[in-house]
């Protein structure tokens, strides 16, 4: 099996909706995740300009989640499923 990460993107308030539709989607993935986790709170970008600090919008990456899968698609597929905000993007990791 491969590995991927999924970064999750995208922040709203959450809604009692919204953290039960991702606490079922954790669970049904639970034995295709290896790790998993959120940000919240203090973020900063560093460049070579310096650095800034980051707030929670439509652009943040709020989280993210490894899984197995056989292909990327698989992997996709997985995604795809999740009660994602924006968006996720999707890389193999070795």
Known sequence: MNRYMLLHFGFEKP???IMAAWGKWFEAT???TEDK???HGAAREISREG??????????????SIIKADSLE??????????????IRLYEIK
């Open 74 to 87: 698989e992997a996709e597929a997985i995604a795809r499923d999740n009660p994602f905000i924006a968006s």
């Open 15 to 17: 809604t009692p909706e």
């Open 37 to 39: 986790g959120g940000f």
């Open 30 to 32: 639970a034995d295709k």
């Open 51 to 64: 650095s800034k600090d980051l707030s929670m919008g439509m652009e943040s990456i709020t989280g993210f």
